[in-house]
């Protein structure tokens, strides 16, 4: 009987990032119970202003390793915007291509080796590679399959080089398209065998629910990834532009990330969002995927984001062979894919999904198009607040079942089902303080 | 499109390395170590002094060392290596038993018989005196075939003195006059100290025209000793070297060796004062 | 008796932490790698805390002072140290908010609450503590990550280019940039990344630090008949080398060319 | 062997041709330069561009490959040691007369006892077609000083001019002869093809002016009369040492030999890799002593190479006067320029130049 808690997590493992989680109980009752976030401050973007645009996604694409691509993304949308740039259909299906590809990667990488412990009970990823070899060797070749995608396309994954505002500064080769055609045909088996396995440990996975408002990017004619509009489950629609409706910030002192909030006191994104707000529009194999697994929307278990994580891997695999499909077809060259860059003043705003949800960077250049205002707005720092509640929900209904050391898993089990990526989520924007 | 590919059988490779044992190891120093090697293949090896061979250590590397042992048809060579990188690093980790690649003999070295009747003059600094030993046992090995033998021999510390059992025996002999120094002395020192300039003011004049001077060791004294051997009379061509460069292959084609147009591997180490002093780059 | 394997331990401080997704992206053989060593501490991957390793790997730069002791502590506890990745062996660009203004850049970020959080100058790690060996490269490689494991394991000195990124951009046969009327780093850029950016369209802005000997004079000479000002060559440089930079603030940060 | 004719229209099939008995390679568009690449697919047979200007790196990348697996170990114990030396049949389709010199001189220079086995069964393997210049495509180009403008003496299989709609080929050994039979779309050439090759090669003549102000014979000993010239200095304070000049150059062929492990840090490959004098870490040897520490030494020694030692060595030009290096140095350092200045400040006396000016005429 845990009447009394005092749980430390320093340096939460498995996570992207550092982060403490704290709580302290005392008599049954919580006193205290926070994600304490203790990165640097990277004050990034602070480094954005006065540079030159061709220089900014190259900057902000390092705020995260992890989602190098969604970064880079956001940040040439909001360049395209600001300069009121065109992309050829080539390009649009390349960015996006990336994307899915980096969807796929990062869920991967995260159910398996970050997730995928708890649910099979090993301390981490390197006892499964004795215990389910087939299981890592799995869990390698979809995460090799989804890098190897942004080698071919845009030269690598972390910080990719070809993905410029207006276009690619390279042309992927025919060769190499055909040939990650074939691969991809040959992991489907792969992505089954995911949701299988998956399917297999649902019940590692508590049932805890906390109702929440998701928000996430939408469109009307696909499931939104690549840009959108904003949806709220409780507010609405949106254009992009006006995020700032949605997206209120306040300081708080447990944490060098900013914390969010809109209808509620905080809200969430990433994959159980997006599917919350979009299943409609998953395709044939991500709705057979939501099938086997059970996932319905709206689905308010924190826990179960793992699940939708798996759910957006079979619906980005799909995507992603279409997206080839179209490019072989299409022939690229440079001619079609050369950005032609003509820098004005104005504003951008990029709005994007990150594997862990909405991600925005918005900017204002000068005529010689050079930074002079910049605003990123990171996934995990709008979770952060949730995090807090979730916990906060979480503890007071298992404290007097469960033992310090359960309360303890369970709770890191929470903070890892969010997928947070804590060093990106820690380096907010400018808003007006007033 | 055809998938054969062709093999001469002919084509083997000169840097496929002999494998050979190490049967005797000695520590010389904190940084030299002594090595004598069998081939493996009971082929035994055939070798001039002066030359040089890679030696080989899957991994790590290859690293061109000087043959110290004299000249000749033999079962065994020996080296003196110092730890300088990591090939040699890895070499010093080697005790009896263990086994090396060898390539080699490679280099020019130089036919002794060609000097038969002159006076020999060996010059050795630091472990300049590896390569320098080869010459100097052949000399000695062939004592009859040479006039008067001397041999100076400097070095930094008394505790850095290379071959020590070599050095007891020529002193020891009465066929050839041996000096050493160190530049600086210890406690226990009661020979010479001074750099090894200063062992010219001891022996008598050579006869000039008729002698020949072995010169090996770093480039600063080789340039200090040059000069003490010319002021003496010898001839430019009489005075040799060894000139030590990065090496590759040891084929002459790698390019690192290279000092204007010759090749140190194929056409030296040993070069005399005449030719260094038309390569320019050579010291 | 099998010999015990080599221990690995992975640390991380300002980053991004894509030079340890890096690592995981090695991904044929990463099953080889955890054949070979006994990977200790890994954050992002695994819970173990451990008491020594054979080698520590550290990712990221180092900024704020009291990251100082977890420093130490990882260096006495480690046989070798490996600065991992720009932000680690030159600051990477974190550097930048240096020449920022540190005070500023907090506001603006900030705002009002800008003191609730500890912030110093970012400086390579090897500003607190010995570095053995640097992996550079934003992201790193995963070639020489590759090639640094096992030279250690064999106990040689890691191969670690320092020739400029030129010679690996005409080995990928790419039109030099400079043909394009575009100016590039390559020139003074340390090689070992194969020429990546250059042969993706971009430019190399020496994300790998400088060779130890760059023409300095060359550099100024080409890159203005190239047109940049000594503003636009302070930027470029900047980007990734700051801590180099000698014609401005931040004094702290400069450390001894490697 | 007379020459033949293959009618413009037939190359594609001749290149297939190719392609079904040896590994091909030929020159294709790489951006807005050219570039030697194997030809794999039927896709990339439409992309051969026998009218290149030129390439980046020269043909010597297929005979002295930039990476080479030397040997391969088990581990450290040399009895795991082996050698594999090996060569795929290659064709080499489009070589430009000073390309097919430059192979002639690494020929030499390799083959040069003790001789590189890796190199000649690679060599021995490969046939070389050469492809016909019309005149400079760049002002660094000096070809006609350095007499490469024609193919060597042999060397080489076959040899094509292009005469608008169809080739002119010359046959140049028992291989390109039998080549070409194999082949079965030749035809020979008849007087109005001679004719027309003649026309070529006059218009081709005027197209290639000497750019030097003496004969290249006396280059040798200009170069030496230069050793001591601030020229060097002055030219390498704009030198990076970046080595490109020397990876483009097609008579450059100085390595390195680099041992690479596997995973279980024991077993591996020794292989050579492409290196370059211009590089400071090329003549520096354990315990730091750098025996061509300045930019200067090193730029000088690569000049001299080019003008002077390889040309000694193996009688064969060190320099073929294609203007690679110039033009692609960073810096646009230019070897012509070099050669012109070192002319003019060369103990020689005019008359001298004068009488080579005249003789080289
Ligand atoms: C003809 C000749 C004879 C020599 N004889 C001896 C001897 O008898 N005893 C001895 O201890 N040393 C001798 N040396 C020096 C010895 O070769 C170097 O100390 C050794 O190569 C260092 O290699 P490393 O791998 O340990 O060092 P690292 O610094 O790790 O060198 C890496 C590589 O660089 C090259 N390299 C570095 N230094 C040299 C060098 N000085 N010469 C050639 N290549 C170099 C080698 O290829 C070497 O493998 C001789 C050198 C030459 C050229
Ligand atoms: S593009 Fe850059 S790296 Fe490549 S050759 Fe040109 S200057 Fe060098
Ligand atoms: S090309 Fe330059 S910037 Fe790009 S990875 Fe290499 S060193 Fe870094
Ligand atoms: S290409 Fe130019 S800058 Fe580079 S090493 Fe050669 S001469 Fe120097």
């Not at chain 1, 995460?143 to 396309?153: E, I, Q, S």
């Amino acid at each position: 009987m845990a009447k009394s808690l005092d749980i430390n997590v320093h340096h939460l493992t498995r996570v992207e990032g550092h982060g403490n989680i704290v709580v302290r109980a005392s008599d049954g009752k919580v006193e205290k119970c926070v994600l304490e976030i203790v990165e640097t401050p990277r004050v990034f973007e602070s480094m954005i202003e006065g540079l030159r645009w061709r220089d900014t996604s190259l900057l902000t694409c390092r705020i995260c390793g992890i989602c190098s691509v969604a970064h880079t993304t956001a940040s040439i949308l909001a360049t395209d915007e600001a300069f009121g740039l065109e992309l050829s259909p080539e390009s649009l299906t390349l960015r996006k291509l990336l994307m899915y590809a980096e969807v796929l990667q990062s869920h991967v990488l995260h159910v398996y080796f970050l997730a995928a412990p708890d649910a099979f009970g090993a301390p981490s990823v390197i006892p499964l590679a004795s215990s389910h070899p087939e299981v890592v060797k799995r869990a390698l070749k979809l995460k090799k399959l989804a890098n190897y995608t942004c080698a071919v396309l845009c030269g690598r994954h972390v910080h990719p080089i070809s993905l410029v505002p207006g276009g690619f500064t390279y042309v992927p080769p025919k060769k190499g398209l055909v040939e990650l055609k074939q691969l991809y045909a040959d992991a489907r088996a792969d992505i089954e065998a995911t949701v299988e396995t998956i399917s297999g440990v649902l019940d590692k996975f508590p049932s805890f629910e906390r109702e929440r408002e998701d928000i996430s990017l939408v469109r009307d004619d696909e499931y939104a990834i690549y840009n959108g509009e904003l949806k709220s489950s409780k507010a609405g629609q949106i254009d992009h532009r006006d995020y700032l409706e949605f997206i209120k910030e306040k300081c708080v002192e447990h944490s060098t990330s900013k914390h969010v909030y809109n209808v509620e006191e905080s809200f969430a994104v990433g994959a159980l969002s997006r599917f919350n707000n979009n299943s409609a529009q998953l395709n044939e194999f991500g709705v057979a995927a939501a099938k086997a697994l059970g996932l319905e929307a709206p689905c308010h278990n924190p826990y179960l984001n793992n699940v939708a994580q798996v759910v957006e891997a079979a619906h980005a695999y799909q995507e992603a062979v279409n997206c080839l499909d179209e490019l072989i077809a299409a022939d690229l060259t440079e001619e079609k894919l050369a950005p032609n860059v003509v820098p004005k003043a104005g504003r951008g705003v990029g709005a994007t999904e990150a594997p862990r949800g909405l991600l925005i960077h918005d900017y204002t250049y000068d005529e010689n198009g050079v930074c002079t205002e910049a605003n990123c707005i990171i996934p995990t720092g709008m979770n952060l607040g949730n995090i807090d509640r979730d916990m906060q929900k979480y503890v007071p209904e298992v404290i007097e079942d469960r033992s310090q050391d359960q309360i303890e898993h369970d709770l890191e089990m929470l903070v890892r089902a969010y997928d947070p990526c804590i060093s990106c989520s820690v380096h907010l924007l400018k808003v007006d303080w007033v | 499109m055809s998938q054969a590919t062709q093999q001469p059988a002919e084509a083997v490779s000169p840097y496929l390395p002999r494998a050979a044992k190490i049967v005797e190891a000695k520590d010389f120093t904190e940084q030299e170590k002594y090595f004598r090697f069998e081939f493996e293949d009971g082929q035994g090896i055939e070798y001039l002094p002066g030359q040089f061979m890679e030696v080989s250590v899957f991994g790590i590397g290859e690293a061109p060392i000087s043959i110290c042992s004299s000249g000749g048809k033999r079962d065994d060579l020996e080296m003196c290596i110092r730890s300088a990188g990591d090939v040699t690093n890895a070499l010093h980790e080697l005790n009896v038993g263990d086994t090396v690649g060898l390539r080699g003999p490679m280099g020019n070295g130089l036919d002794m018989d060609a000097m038969e009747g002159m006076d020999l003059l060996f010059v050795a600094g630091g472990l300049g005196l590896a390569p320098c030993r080869s010459f100097i046992l052949t000399a000695l090995e062939n004592r009859e075939k040479f006039g008067r033998v001397t041999i100076l021999y400097g070095s930094r510390t008394p505790k850095d003195l290379l071959y020590a059992y070599d050095l007891d025996a020529w002193r020891d002999r009465d066929d050839c006059e041996f000096l050493v120094t160190v530049d600086r002395g210890d406690d226990d020192w009661t020979g010479n100290t001074g750099v090894i300039t200063t062992l010219f003011r001891k022996i008598d004049r050579p006869d000039a025209a008729n002698t020949a001077a072995f010169i090996i060791g770093p480039p600063v004294m080789f340039k200090f000793t040059v000069l003490e051997a010319l002021a003496m009379g010898l001839r430019k061509n009489n005075i040799y070297c060894s000139l030590e460069r990065r090496m590759k292959c040891g084929l002459g084609k790698c390019g690192h060796c290279q000092i204007r147009n010759v090749y140190v591997c194929q056409d030296g180490p040993i070069f005399s004062y005449a030719e260094v002093m038309r390569l320019r780059e050579g010291i | 008796m099998a010999e015990s394997k080599p221990t690995i331990s992975f640390h991380d401080f300002t980053s991004c932490e894509g030079c340890q997704l890096q690592v995981l992206n090695c991904e044929d053989e990463l099953l080889d790698i955890l054949g070979a060593v006994d990977i200790v501490e890994f954050r992002e991957a695994i819970d173990d805390k451990a008491d020594s390793y054979d080698v520590a790997f550290i990712e990221g730069a180092f900024t704020r002072e009291s990251d100082r002791k977890r420093l130490e502590t990882i260096r006495s506890k480690a046989g070798i140290v490996v600065a991992l990745g720009a932000c680690a062996c030159t600051g990477g660009l974190n550097v930048l908010k240096n020449f920022r203004g540190l005070e500023k850049s907090m506001k603006t970020v900030y705002g009002d609450s800008a003191d609730w959080y500890e912030t110093s100058q970012a400086l390579p790690v090897e500003a607190a503590i010995k570095v053995d060996y640097k992996v550079h490269g934003c992201p790193i490689p995963r070639q020489e990550f590759l090639e640094v494991v096992t030279s250690l394991l064999a106990g040689r000195t890691p191969r670690i280019p320092d020739h400029p990124v030129c010679v690996e951009c005409k080995l990928r046969e790419n039109e030099c940039l400079y043909h394009k009327s575009q100016y590039c780093m390559g020139p003074l850029a340390r090689a070992g990344c194969d020429a990546w950016c250059p042969s993706y369209g971009g430019r190399c802005y020496a994300c790998r630090g400088l060779i130890s000997d760059p023409n300095n004079q060359a550099a100024f000479d080409v890159l203005e008949e190239f047109g940049l000002t000594i503003d636009d060559v302070l930027t470029e440089f900047r980007l990734f080398n700051g801590v180099y930079d000698v014609s401005q603030p931040p004094t702290e940060a400069r450390v001894e060319k490697q | 062997m007379l020459p033949q004719i293959l009618p413009k229209d037939k190359l594609a099939d001749f290149a297939r041709f190719l392609m079904g008995e040896y590994r091909l390679a030929a020159p294709v568009a790489k951006g807005h330069q050219f570039a030697f690449e194997f030809i794999e697919t039927p896709e990339d047979v439409g992309r051969i561009r026998m009218d290149y200007d030129i390439t980046i790196l020269p043909p010597k990348k297929f005979l002295h490959p930039m990476y080479e697996e030397l040997l391969r170990f088990g581990g450290r114990d040399p009895a795991t040691g082996e050698a594999p030396i090996q060569a795929e049949p290659t064709v080499i389709l489009g070589a430009h007369p000073y390309d097919l010199h430059a192979i002639a001189t690494t020929d030499a220079a390799m083959r040069a006892e003790p001789a590189d086995p890796y190199y000649a069964t690679k060599r021995d393997a490969t046939l070389l077609i050469g492809i016909n210049i019309r005149g400079y495509v760049n002002d660094e180009q000096f070809m006609a000083d350095m007499r490469t403008t024609e193919p060597p003496e042999g060397g080489w299989d076959l040899f094509m001019t292009d005469l608008g709609d169809r080739y002119y080929v010359e046959v140049g050994s028992d291989a390109g002869s039998k080549l070409h039979q194999a082949a079965g779309m030749f035809t020979q050439a008849a007087g109005d093809d001679h004719k027309a090759k003649q026309a070529f090669d006059n218009e081709k003549a005027s197209n290639l002016p000497k750019r030097l102000p003496y004969d290249t014979r006396y280059l040798p000993e200009l170069m030496s009369e230069s050793y001591d010239s601030l020229l060097w200095d002055a030219v390498a304070r704009r030198c990076f040492s970046c080595g490109t000049c020397t990876n483009v150059c097609p008579t450059c062929y100085c390595f390195d030999v680099q041992d690479k492990l596997n995973l279980d840090a024991a077993s591996g490959v020794r292989r050579r890799q492409w290196d370059s004098c211009q590089l400071h870490t090329f003549a520096e040897v354990a315990g730091g002593e750098n025996f061509r520490e300045h930019r200067s030494s090193r730029l000088r020694h690569r000049m001299f190479r080019k003008g002077k030692f390889i040309y000694e060595q193996t009688g064969k030009p060190g320099c073929v006067g294609c203007g690679r290096c110039s033009v692609h140095c960073v810096a646009d350092i230019s070897i012509l320029e070099a050669y012109q200045q070192i002319a003019d400040e060369a103990a020689v006396s005019a008359m001298e130049i004068a009488a080579a000016r005249e003789e080289s005429q």
